[in-house]
Nanobody, 126 residues
Framework: QVHLMESGGGLVQAGGSLRLSCAAS????????MGWFRQVPGKPRELVAA???????NYSDFVKGRFTISGDNAKNTAYLQMNGLKPEDTAVYYC????????????????????WGQGTQVTVSS
């Protein structure tokens, strides 16, 4: 069983930066793919960025050029560097791992995830 622990959320002014971390622990030796979703109250969760099982990185259009996802396989840890934050980035950010049903539809990476973290709040003030 895999457990995910996020950290790094908080309050930041528009234009600022935050770095989220996600540490995976559990019985499996290596995580095959990690990513980040976010959710605003009343709206569905949306994929922000992901490292696929083949190591490729994928981003949603609304964060391209501003956010960077990276991973440390030795530590089973993923990071999300968020620069140029906007008020509309305010959400609870969830770390995810172990993608299944990975596919590309019209060039957009999609996957379902078996493992979810508890979430960390990111608030961007205007």
């Amino acid at each position: 069983q895999v457990h995910l622990m996020e950290s790094g959320g908080g309050l930041v002014q528009a234009g600022g930066s935050l770095r989220l971390s996600c540490a995976a622990s559990g019985s499996i030796p290596r995580i095959n793919g990690m990513g980040w979703f976010r959710q605003v109250p009343g709206k569905p969760r949306e994929l922000v960025a992901a490292i696929a099982s083949d190591g490729s990185t994928n981003y949603s259009d609304f964060v391209k050029g501003r956010f960077t996802i990276s991973g440390d396989n030795a530590k089973n840890t993923a990071y999300l560097q968020m620069n140029g934050l906007k008020p509309e980035d305010t959400a609870v950010y969830y770390c995810v791992a172990e993608p299944v049903l990975e596919r590309y539809t019209d060039g957009v990476y999609l996957a379902q995830y078996n493992v979810w973290g508890q979430g960390t709040q990111v608030t961007v003030s205007s």
